[in-house]
């Protein structure tokens, strides 16, 4: 019954989709003209993904499938690849399949080209923090202009999870918890990566991913089940994804995890209903790697034959690395089990983003070696990420004044593991850095001759070579270098430590239950502080680590997360203040791995706690609720300071506008930016409403002495949630609107919505 019920709906969905989305007859025709011609074999083969012959990003099959893989390439029966890197690989394969198959339809060669492709940008939650959407399209563009002229036309970007849990490795590539900015950042980097013309030859398809709900995965840990309901879903998963849409992103990825107790792959709701339907989205989704065949341990499927029959009926249109496509579909096909229909229609979105790159015109377009030489890790796409890398950098704390250092007649100790680490701020997700590439924070710092550098590692961090596939082996005993560390700080003025994680410590299958400082670096630390407490801390890693003591006892604090190819650079000229920190949070830091999931936008609860002495109120006898780093902290070098909050009017109907505005002065010694934030509070809803809500925000850069008035505009659309009534619209009532320097602002003006 259930299959007859998703016949019925996908071949509405499918009949609807030729009609509403085929804007380019030309396109269209050629595409239709193309599938008529092709056989239930060669359409098969289109919805087909092999991973290439370079690093493997999920589990490889057994046995020597590469001659099978071969013979079906040869035969039409491959459509797509992914991680076959270089000019010369992606030619070679591109001219069996164009010249050598009955049709010769090119591949789309995919890659993940997360944070940069030879030259490395920050990881995306650190590049998020620098709230400059600007900067990170344009870094979206530098990445897609290095991987299109090594032969790329694809990347699986940009991963637009939410998130609120920093045991999950994988919050690393994406914008942190906030929707509104993640829907925003979502936006920038797709037109990034594929800017204003698909066929433009810099340009690369984006793929928005995952879809849907895994950044929520249960307890932190990867490809776990998820438990959320749909006005999570609606109101914190899906505006990100949406926002892609709305940006003409082509592709989606589907995710490893459950929701409503159903795979992602295999969810018809998701898929057909609200991405293909309500959206009416004419790309294509592919699969994430095995999530096909990962249904029958899911127990989703009996096999692989019922595996890939319940894939395609729920709109995955293309499978990656299952191998059940190739060989399920043909024979669902002929038994009746699936209608030929939806293979078509999954055939025609994919020969539809070929033809919107112009593979159809030239399938060798993007194989131009000179073209490679000349853009891959360039001095200009460099600057870039150096530029990139400072505006990431977030100031966490800065007691006594310990920064900005002084340039000359100082004696400074540099210590710890990651100071001279120039494979670590690679990060994750590095695609074709070279090893060991990156800009040390001892090479950063040695460029500033006029105080003395005292290097001590103090402690090895981890032994041997990382990778995307090994657990990073980490040193727990070895201490013998602490007493080199403990004199170089005995005999200095001030102390730079460098630590955090190793940069394959987070990413895919790095969900950690302990986020503190890994290994012997908190001993270290408490070894240091004991000799000298001139200390600044710059924290290394993928995710929010608890940094309490530190934030307790270390005057001077700077999360530099995983900061790229220019990174000593970069946190160099932060330290010496020629850049002045700008970076807020976009992801709470909890004071310690208990208080996870943690996020400022959560719901007031009936019992709302306001101290950790009152016992029956929803709050921990041991910490209190709010996080050690709000959503949106960020300090400067200079101090600003928001007064004279205004609002025009105190009443909102659905037709009209009012305005918010604040006066923010650069009260301190130095020119800085300052990142005004707009959040409302909707009181009372059909449902229980977050605290606050990120609705705006504005970088402003202020002189010393000088003010600036910032302002919004509020209307009724900001106030739009997904409703009881399973609507997006706004409901009349009392709403508070703050306008501050992060999430803990707490001086607001009240407003009323009415009919
Ligand atoms: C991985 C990841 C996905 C990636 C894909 C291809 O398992 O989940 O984000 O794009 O496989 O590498």
């Known amino acids: 019954m259930r299959k007859i019920i998703y016949s019925l709906i996908t071949l509405l969905f499918v009949v609807s989709c030729e009609n509403s989305n085929s804007h380019d007859s030309e396109k269209e025709k050629f595409i239709n003209d193309l599938i008529s011609k092709m056989t239930l074999e060669e359409k098969a ?17 057994e046995g020597d499938y590469q001659k099978k893989r071969y013979n079906e390439l040869m035969n039409g029966q491959v459509g797509s690849m992914l991680n076959v890197i270089g000019v010369d690989e992606i030619y070679a394969l591109q001219k069996i399949a164009v010249e050598e198959t009955r049709l010769g339809i090119p591949l789309i060669f995919g890659h993940d080209v997360i ?85 433009e030859i810099n340009s690369i398809v984006a793929c928005a991913k995952h879809f849907a709900g895994y950044g929520f995965s249960e307890a932190g840990r990867d490809y776990n089940t998820t438990d959320f309901n749909h006005f999570t879903l609606h109101n914190t998963i899906m505006p990100p994804f949406k926002a892609a849409v709305d940006a003409g992103v082509r592709t989606f990825m589907n995710s490893f995890n459950t929701l409503d107790e159903i795979p992602a792959t295999g969810h018809i709701h998701i898929q057909r209903d609200i991405l293909k339907g309500d959206w009416d989205f004419d790309g294509f989704v592919v699969s994430d790697w095995g999530s096909i065949d990962q249904m029958i341990p899911h127990g989703f499927a009996r096999d692989g034959n019922h595996a890939a029959e319940l894939a395609v009926i729920a709109g995955s249109d293309m499978d990656m690395e299952s191998s059940l496509y190739v060989s399920k579909l043909v024979g669902l096909v002929n038994s009746g089990k699936v209608d030929i229909n939806l293979i078509d229609d999954a055939v025609k979105r994919i020969l539809r983003v070929k033809y919107e ?8 377009k993007y194989c131009n070696n000179e073209r490679s030489i000349q853009e891959l890790g360039s001095d200009q796409n460099m600057q870039v990420a150096l530029e990139a890398a400072k505006k990431s950098i977030v100031l966490l704390k800065n007691n006594n004044q310990l920064l900005p250092l002084e340039k000359e007649g100082k004696k400074i100790a540099l210590i710890g593991p990651l100071a001279d680490d120039k494979n670590s701020p690679l990060g994750n ?3 074709q850095a070279v090893y060991n590439s990156a800009t040390s924070v001892l090479e950063g710092m040695n460029k500033y001759k006029g105080n003395r550098i005292v290097f001590e590692k103090g402690v090895e961090l981890y032994y041997g070579k990382t990778n995307f596939h090994n657990r990073v082996k980490l040193n727990y005993n070895d201490r013998s270098d602490f007493g080199k560390a403990k004199l170089a700080a005995a ?25 503190g400082l890994p290994g012997l670096q908190f001993e270290l630390l408490k070894e240091i502080y004991k000799i000298n407490q001139n200390i600044i801390l710059v924290v290394m890693s993928g995710r929010p680590l608890d940094l309490s003591w530190a934030d307790k006892n270390i005057p001077s604090i700077v999360q530099a997360w995983q900061l790229g190819s220019k990174s000593g650079d970069a946190i160099a000229q932060v330290l010496y203040g020629d850049y002045n920190p700008s970076g807020k949070l976009t992801m709470s830091f909890p004071r310690n791995v208990g208080q996870v999931p943690i996020y400022y936008n959560f719901k007031n609860t009936g019992r709302p706690s306001t101290s950790i002495e009152q016992v029956t109120n929803s709050g921990y006898a041991d910490v209190v609720n709010s996080p050690l780093y709000s959503f949106g902290h960020g300090l400067s070098y200079t101090n600003f300071k928001y007064s004279n909050l205004t609002i025009d009017s105190g009443e909102l109907d659905y037709n009209s506008k009012i305005n918010i505005s604040v006066k923010i002065e650069n009260t301190g010694f130095f020119t800085g930016k300052e990142v005004a934030q707009l959040y409302i509070r909707d009181i009372v809803g059909s449902i229980a409403r977050p605290m606050k809500e990120l609705k705006g925000f504005e970088m402003i850069e202020l002189a010393p002495g000088e003010s600036k008035v910032v302002s919004f505009e509020i209307d009724s659309s900001l106030l739009e949630f997904y409703t009881y009534e399973n609507k997006w619209e706004a409901e009349d009532g009392k709403f508070h609107a703050f306008i501050g320097t992060n999430s803990d602002v707490s001086d607001y003006k009240e407003f009323h919505l009415v009919k």
């Open 45 to 61: 083969g289109q919805m087909n993904q092999y991973n290439g012959f370079w690093d493997a990003t999920g589990p490889m099959p």
């Open 491 to 515: 005999t200095s003025d001030v102390v730079v430590m460098v630590m955090g994680e190793e940069g394959h410590q987070s990413g895919e299958g790095r969900s950690r239950t302990n986020i």
């Open 357 to 364: 790159l112009g593979l159809f015109d030239d399938p060798y």
């Open 115 to 199: 944070h940069g492709y030879k030259t490395i940008f920050p990881i995306p939650l650190a590049e998020s923090s620098s709230w400059d959407l600007d900067l990170m399209e344009k870094s979206a563009r530098v990445a897609a202009t290095e991987a299109s002229a090594d032969g790329l036309n694809w990347t699986f970007a940009p991963m637009v999870d939410i998130s609120r849990d920093a045991r999950w490795g994988r919050v690393m590539e994406g914008a942190g918890e906030d929707p509104y900015l993640g829907s925003l950042v979502a936006k920038a980097r797709v037109k990034g990566f594929q800017g204003t013309d698909l066929s």
């Open 429 to 431: 997700w590095r695609s």
